[in-house]
């Protein structure tokens, strides 16, 4: 006859659908197949995969300026596998950067970035400017894991050569786009802002941060009026250098 199920029979028939749909979702997805996933395991996936658990500091310590740390301030690196990056640095080797050593504290924070640069097997491109000049110093690449024998051969004097420096910048991150669309490219401008006219915001850059080398008794802040014309973030190298020693220390 045509009648409902027992109520035996439909609770088992429920038990082994369950049991089956479980042992789907646990089963590995094959090559090019979609995990299932739950509708809350799908939105997590969604927020979280632009961004992954590491800090990333120069931009974190660039939010916080002289504010007390809160976790507001931090900022995440991209995921590992998303997309590449090049961090493109314009080094200030001018005469005014000799004075209170600071051409050496940026050649120090330099070769700290390039081991942090080298654990996240990005690419960098260094560029110095002083005299009349602007040139390549190293290409863009993987960083090495021993860069010391680069940057302490760097030496300043002469005139600050800025706009030669961001025309030069703009033909390298033109060409990288050129061949790597989807490249993030970061460039970072490390100068006591002593010259006469800003420079204008460099092409082709997804992100820029200016760190201030000023540190004259009468300072003119054009380092600061920079990262403003570029929408960049600030940061002054005391305060990295204080706050990088300070983590390192830990």
Same mark, same amino acid.
């Given at each position: %006859?045509?009648?409902?199920?027992?109520?035996?029979?439909? =609770?088992?028939?429920?038990?082994?659908? &369950?049991? +089956? @749909?479980? &042992?789907?979702?646990?089963?590995? /997805? @094959? *090559?090019?197949?979609?995990?299932?996933? !739950?509708?809350?395991?799908?939105? +997590? $996936?969604? *927020?979280? !995969?632009?961004?992954?658990?590491?800090?990333?500091?120069?931009?974190?310590?660039?939010?916080?300026?002289?504010?007390?740390?809160? %976790?507001?301030?931090?900022?995440?690196?991209?995921?590992?596998?998303?997309?590449?990056?090049?961090?493109?640095?314009?080094? =200030? #080797?001018? @005469? !005014?950067?000799?004075?209170?050593?600071?051409?050496?504290?940026? &050649?120090?924070?330099? %070769?700290?970035?390039?081991?942090?640069?080298? &654990?996240?097997?990005?690419?960098?491109? *260094?560029?110095?400017?002083?005299?009349?000049? @602007?040139?390549?110093?190293?290409?863009?690449?993987?960083?090495?894991?021993?860069?010391? #024998?680069?940057?302490?051969?760097? +030496?300043?004097?002469?005139?600050?050569?800025?706009?030669?420096?961001?025309?030069?910048?703009?033909?390298?991150?033109?060409?990288?786009?050129?061949? /790597?669309?989807?490249?993030?490219?970061?460039?970072?401008?490390?100068?006591?802002?002593?010259? !006469?006219?800003?420079?204008?915001?460099?092409?082709?850059?997804?992100? #820029?941060? *200016?760190? =201030?080398?000023?540190?004259?008794?009468? $300072?003119?802040?054009? /380092?600061?009026?920079?990262?403003?014309?570029?929408?960049?973030?600030?940061?002054?190298?005391?305060?990295?250098?204080?706050?990088?020693?300070?983590?390192?220390?830990?």
């Amino acid at each position: %006859m045509g009648g409902d199920a027992t109520p035996g029979r439909a =609770d088992s028939n429920t038990q082994r659908y &369950k049991a +089956t @749909a479980d &042992k789907k979702a646990l089963k590995p /997805a @094959a *090559v090019g197949e979609q995990p299932v996933q !739950s509708e809350g395991q799908a939105r +997590t $996936r969604e *927020v979280g !995969s632009a961004q992954s658990t590491a800090i990333h500091w120069p931009r974190s310590l660039s939010k916080k300026a002289n504010q007390p740390w809160q %976790m507001r301030h931090l900022q995440f690196k991209p995921r590992a596998g998303g997309a590449r990056q090049l961090h493109c640095l314009l080094l =200030d #080797c001018s @005469a !005014s950067m000799l004075k209170d050593q600071n051409l050496a504290l940026a &050649k120090g924070l330099l %070769m700290q970035w390039t081991r942090q640069l080298y &654990k996240q097997r990005s690419e960098l491109a *260094v560029i110095v400017f002083a005299g009349r000049h @602007a040139r390549v110093l190293q290409k863009p690449q993987r960083v090495a894991a021993f860069n010391q #024998c680069w940057i302490e051969p760097i +030496t300043g004097g002469g005139g600050s050569p800025v706009a030669s420096a961001i025309d030069l910048a703009e033909q390298l991150m033109a060409q990288v786009r050129r061949q /790597a669309p989807d490249k993030q490219l970061h460039l970072c401008l490390l100068t006591d802002g002593r010259y !006469s006219q800003l420079p204008r915001r460099p092409l082709h850059t997804d992100h #820029c941060l *200016v760190v =201030d080398f000023e540190s004259a008794a009468l $300072r003119l802040g054009r /380092a600061g009026l920079i990262a403003q014309a570029w929408a960049a973030d600030y940061i002054h190298a005391e305060t990295l250098a204080a706050d990088a020693e300070q983590l390192n220390g830990r």
